[in-house]
């Protein structure tokens, strides 16, 4: 199985990024698509998840600016960043159970 991000790059703050995330290979029955991030010195933190029955849940820092997508179907999860801050600045990664890790994608907010 394998996790593929993309979409990252560097914004100004009050921007907006999309990433994406798309699974291959023998993976059936995701039951949670999840994004975390993990800024230079800190601890990877969830950000987002998405349920097989589509009931989302947010970190409290990013509720109101970001939405999570997905579709088990096609193994594919999103997640639309708007209102960026620099404190949003990290190595986003999805994750899929089952399914594993995506190799990270790197989100840049600064002016």
């Known amino acids: 199985v394998r996790l593929v991000e993309s979409g990252g790059g560097s914004v100004q703050p009050g921007g907006a990024l999309k990433l994406s995330c798309t699974a291959s290979?023998?993976?059936?029955?995701?039951?949670?698509m999840r994004w975390y991030r993990q800024a230079p010195g800190k601890e990877r933190e969830l950000v987002a998840s998405?349920?097989?029955?589509?009931?989302?849940n947010y970190a409290d820092s990013v509720k109101g600016r970001f939405t999570i997508s997905g579709d088990n179907a096609k193994k594919t999860v999103h997640l639309q960043m708007n209102g960026l801050k620099p404190e949003d600045t990290a190595v986003y990664y999805c994750?899929?159970?089952?399914?594993?890790w995506g190799q990270g994608t790197q989100v840049t907010v600064s002016s």
């Open positions: 994750n899929m159970n089952p399914g594993g």
């Open positions: 290979g023998n993976i059936y029955d995701v039951n949670q």
């Open positions: 998405i349920s097989r029955s589509y009931t989302t």
